[in-house]
């Protein structure tokens, strides 16, 4: 359990660290008043069953004195009117309590998923090679709220809840219930002997619940970013079985996980109605029949009863939760401790290539493979020319594309930037000066302005610029002819209104727009026809005196007037 806690610590910052003491501060205020909410019954019922013993009682007669009462009933409204304050006081500082906690359990789940995401966007690109996207998504949008809710809430409530108990237990005694004592050790043993019983079960539930939630964020991605072939080769009811298998056992782990929690309760309430009858019959026949020796003390211990049950079952709750998303927790301290120092390119400075790039040896092999896949290449480009790389498929252009952006890290040899090495103080300004047109071209649910224009905000949004760059790219009069809302015209997802060659012209406009000094282009013409693919060259080439342009293609036709050509086997 202290790990859990030590757990907690570590995934929150300095501010988050604060706001959880303060927490604890107010449950303790929280623990007193319900203290002296429980000890205020016992002189208000007293003195209605005895006036006698307001003169019996030092404190009470106290303030009879002081307030210089003479009438004893006007003493006991005196009384009721305070033990109902002090309730108040406790209802109010209730809520209070609950909506800090509320506010810090929501505050610090929005804190820690955005983390989360930077701490994910900040990896290099090699992070990603390695990771289901929809892995990273479940722990964003749902683990994080699962181990908020599931631990941090709970930690901080078993703490109060412990802490109420104390006070509870505090007010028993000083009435001298001591009775009532027998049947709360009956209740204490009840919970520790359950709690040690499904330990392990309810940890074991927990890690079911991860995986099987992974599995349901899979089976719906993977689902839906192929629903064309999903439908056209008739697999729909697989995928749908898939996800039905893992909706199904992880509902089947939350309805486990729901009867665990709740079932002590209800057998809690049947033997709490037998330990009240016997505590009556214990403390009646000790009084001899006296009801008014035993009245006070079963009031006390009845209202006690009242509060105490269900900060038991609390207790009980939090740590089975606690337990439940224990594994939740460590795999999202892992994530965030593992995750390197925050630096997001801000897009701000652009490198000019004043000479040429050059690749020294470059050899690459990825993660979890051991072969090759680029062996010493050397290449040599000048800036400001056009050049060509041609190679069968799976001779690494691509890759030698990952690692000329940035993108990737050689496994060895050495790249030079006008003969400086290239390395973490210049990436960031190399990779500014880059426009990127892929293979699969990322075609966000907005508008053809918001394509081209990507990752600017509308009011910065140069629209000349947008016009000049769609028209070398051969898709300005398809946007101004044929669309009616132009440039507004929603693309929808992955760009589902689009065939793949104007994709393909988005993609080329979009790396155009920012009048990059270096463009990079992998296939990048491959779904266009030869007249539009021509079309697109002659514009390139007219800026070729300007920019460094670097083509990869199948073909020989798309890079025949590049001004060198290598050849990758």
């Given amino acids: 359990m202290l790990k859990v806690y030590r757990n907690i610590w570590d995934i929150l910052l300095l501010n988050e660290r604060k706001n959880l003491l303060f927490l604890f501060l107010i449950v303790v205020i929280q623990a007193l008043f319900e203290f002296f909410g429980v000890i205020s019954i016992y002189p208000l019922i007293s003195s209605i069953s005895d006036v006698e013993f307001i003169q019996s009682n030092k404190q009470l007669f106290y303030l009879y004195n002081l307030f210089g009462f003479n009438n004893y009933n006007y003493f006991l409204i005196f009384i009721s009117f305070c033990s109902f304050l002090i309730i108040l006081i406790r209802t109010v500082v209730n809520f209070i309590s609950n909506y800090f906690l509320t506010r810090f359990v929501r505050k610090t789940s929005h804190k820690i998923s955005f983390r989360l995401l930077v701490s994910y966007i900040s990896r290099p690109y090699k992070f990603f090679l390695n990771k289901n996207s929809s892995e990273l998504s479940t722990t964003i949008l749902h683990e994080v709220e699962q181990a908020v809710g599931g631990c941090i809430f709970p930690c901080v409530q078993l703490i109060a809840q412990l802490l109420t108990l104390i006070g509870i237990f505090a007010a028993i005694k000083i009435v001298k219930t001591t009775s009532a004592f027998l049947p709360l050790f009956f209740v204490f043993i009840f919970y520790v002997v359950i709690m040690y019983f499904i330990n392990n079960r309810i940890k074991s539930l927990g890690e079911k619940r991860s995986y099987y939630n992974r599995i349901r964020y899979f089976e719906t991605q993977e689902l839906f970013s192929g629903i064309k072939e999903v439908k056209l080769s008739g697999k729909e009811l697989i995928?749908?079985?898939?996800?039905?298998?893992?909706?199904?056992?992880?509902?089947?782990?939350f309805i486990k996980y729901a009867l665990i929690k709740d079932f002590p309760r209800y057998l809690l309430e049947l033997l709490s109605i037998g330990g009240v009858f016997l505590l009556i019959l214990t403390s009646f026949f000790q009084a001899k029949g006296d009801l008014n020796l035993i009245l006070p003390s079963i009031s006390v211990f009845a209202f006690a009863g009242l509060r105490l049950l269900p900060s038991v079952q609390k207790v009980y709750q939090s740590f089975i939760s606690l337990r439940f998303n224990s594994s939740v927790l460590r795999?999202?301290?892992?994530?965030?401790?593992?995750?390197q120092k925050i630096k997001i390119n801000k897009g701000y400075n652009v490198y000019q290539l004043q000479n040429e790039l050059v690749l020294k040896n470059i050899s690459y092999v990825y993660p979890l493979s051991n072969k090759k896949v680029i062996d010493k290449i050397n290449l040599k480009i000048k800036a400001k020319t056009m050049i060509g790389i041609v190679g069968s498929t799976g001779s690494g252009k691509s890759t030698l594309i990952d690692i000329i952006s940035g993108l990737?890290?050689?496994?060895?040899?050495?790249?030079?930037?006008?003969?400086?090495?290239?390395n973490e103080n210049i990436i960031e300004s190399w990779q500014n000066s880059i426009g990127f047109v892929p293979q699969e071209i990322f075609i966000s649910d907005d508008t053809i302005l918001k394509n081209i224009a990507f990752g600017e905000d509308l009011k910065d949004i140069d629209i000349r610029r947008v016009e000049k760059a769609s028209k070398m790219a051969n898709i300005y009069d398809f946007i101004n002819d044929q669309l009616e809302e132009g440039f507004d015209?929603?693309?929808?997802?992955?760009?589902?209104?689009?065939s793949g060659g104007q994709k393909q012209r988005i993609g080329i406009a979009r790396a155009l727009y920012l009048d990059p000094p270096i463009v990079l282009l992998d296939e990048a013409t491959s779904s266009l026809d030869n007249l539009t693919e021509k079309s697109i060259l002659k514009s390139l080439e007219k800026v070729s005196d300007q920019k460094t342009i670097i083509m990869i293609a199948h073909r020989l036709s798309t890079i025949k007037n590049c001004d060198n050509i290598f050849f990758l086997e």
């Fill in 408 to 422: 990737l890290k050689p496994t060895s040899g050495e790249i030079l930037l006008d003969q400086k090495p290239f």
């Fill in 331 to 339: 795999n999202l301290k892992e994530s965030l401790i593992s995750s």
């Fill in 239 to 253: 995928y749908a079985d898939n996800f039905s298998f893992a909706s199904s056992k992880y509902a089947n782990v």
């Fill in 489 to 498: 015209t929603k693309l929808g997802e992955r760009g589902i209104r689009l």
